[in-house]
Structure formats: structure tokens, C-alpha cells
T-cell receptor, first 111, second 111 residues
Framework: EPEVTQTPSHQVTQMGQEVILRCVPISNHLYFYWYRQILGQKVEFLVSFYNNEISEKSEIFDDQFSVERPDGSNFTLKIRSTKLEDSAMYFC?????????FGPGTRLTVL | KNQVEQSPQSLIILEGKNCTLQCNYTVSPFSNLRWYKQDTGRGPVSLTIMTFSENTKSNGRYTATLDADTKQSSLHITASQLSDSASYICVVSAGDYKLSFGAGTTVTVRA
């Protein structure tokens, strides 16, 4: 059964460094999403992406964040200058019609 | 502001017993309501999805109900198994792009 994959599973970085989180959505899906979940808190929407552009973004998704679909398969989330409070699980999701399928997540730890 | 509230925050049940989780929402306009199961350190996995016109949906031992008038939903787990130990998240969609997540109910099933 096709699934959303994410790499790496765990990323440790120093504050101020740039990180790129990678996702491979399910191949025929057209809508792509990033969410984050700070430890012990609820999942929060970051951004949605359709037709090679951002459809909607939350207030969390500020200028430090960017998304890209550099080729036909990958969907990336870049954080330009990480802060301690960026430490969280980051989930990618994709959908074709109605239901979003989530990846296993990348745990980002900012030291 | 769109909000999704879940109760209880956590519960412990004995293997084989039933339990019911609650979700109240104030999301508008309402598109659909989903229940997800999230194992520790993993991405959410969809259990059920219900639109405005549906008031019950089952997926194996999981049965979800929806009362769109009172904006309430429940998830009933029948004959619980150890593998049901997880966080169960109620997610309400206000449209195509953004999902509003509840904080989840942590269920622990004990032998």
C-alpha cells in the first residue's frame, strides 16, 4: 500500500542553522501539507501546497519557513535559521480527493 | 476561532473492555470530521471520516458518531486490545485546506 515517507526520522541541529525536511508524498496525490507537533501539544497546521504554490499558511509559517517541490516526487520544508522553539515533530501529509495521509514524521531537535 | 475540544485527556481501560471518547467542535463552515489514531512517535492514521449528513461510521472495532446539530462526535472502541493503546485525535475540516486538531485522548489498555 502506498504511503507518505519522510526523511530523516530525527534531525538534530544547532540554533541558527538551516534545516531541510524531506517528504515523498503518495505518487498520484495533488495536495501537500506540513504540520508540526510540539511535544505534548496538539498537531498544528503549517502550510498547504497545490499546483506548485502555497494554498494556505498559518501564522506559524513565517518568513523563516519555505516549502518547495523541487521535482516530481519530493516535497520539502526548509527552516532558514532554526530557533529552540522549532523543536517538534514535523509531519508531511498528502491527499488526492478527501483524505489526508500522514507520513511518520521527522523529529527536529534544536540545541 | 475554530476549536476542537476532546475529553477525557487520558484514560486507562482493561483489555476487552469498551470505552468512548468525546469531541466537541466550533469549526465553521463544517466540511467533515475525522478520527485519527496516533501511536507514540508516529504520524496520525485515519480511522473514520464523516460528512455533515453521516451520523455514524464504523471501522472494525471503532465506531464514530456525529451530531452536527450539537457539534459533537464520539469514538467508541469495542473489546479493546493492547494495540489500541495510542492517542486518538479528533480533526475537523473547515474546507479543503486546513484541518483543526484536537489535543487528543491518550488511551492506555492494560492486560
Amino acid at each position: 500500500e502506498p504511503e507518505v515517507t519522510q526523511t530523516p526520522s530525527h534531525q538534530v541541529t544547532q540554533m541558527g542553522q538551516e534545516v531541510i525536511l524531506r517528504c515523498v508524498p503518495i505518487s498520484n496525490h495533488l495536495y501537500f501539507y506540513w504540520y508540526r507537533q510540539i511535544l505534548g501539544q496538539k498537531v498544528e497546521f503549517l502550510v498547504s501546497f497545490y499546483n506548485n504554490e502555497i494554498s494556505e499558511k498559518s501564522e506559524i509559517f513565517d518568513d523563516q519557513f519555505s516549502v518547495e517541490r523541487p521535482d516530481g516526487s519530493n516535497f520539502t520544508l526548509k527552516i532558514r535559521s532554526t530557533k529552540l522553539e522549532d523543536s517538534a515533530m514535523y509531519f508531511c501529509a498528502s491527499k488526492v480527493v478527501n483524505e489526508q495521509f500522514f507520513g511518520p514524521g521527522t523529529r527536529l531537535t534544536v540545541l | 476561532k475554530n476549536q476542537v475540544e476532546q475529553s477525557p485527556q487520558s484514560l486507562i481501560i482493561l483489555e476487552g473492555k469498551n470505552c468512548t471518547l468525546q469531541c466537541n467542535y466550533t469549526v465553521s463552515p463544517f466540511s467533515n470530521l475525522r478520527w485519527y489514531k496516533q501511536d507514540t512517535g508516529r504520524g496520525p492514521v485515519s480511522l473514520t471520516i464523516m460528512t455533515f449528513s453521516e451520523n455514524t461510521k464504523s471501522n472494525g472495532r471503532y465506531t464514530a458518531t456525529l451530531d452536527a446539530d450539537t457539534k459533537q462526535s464520539s469514538l467508541h472502541i469495542t473489546a479493546s486490545q493492547l494495540s489500541d493503546s495510542a492517542s486518538y485525535i479528533c480533526v475537523v475540516s473547515a474546507g479543503d485546506y486546513k484541518l483543526s486538531f484536537g489535543a487528543g485522548t491518550t488511551v492506555t489498555v492494560r492486560a
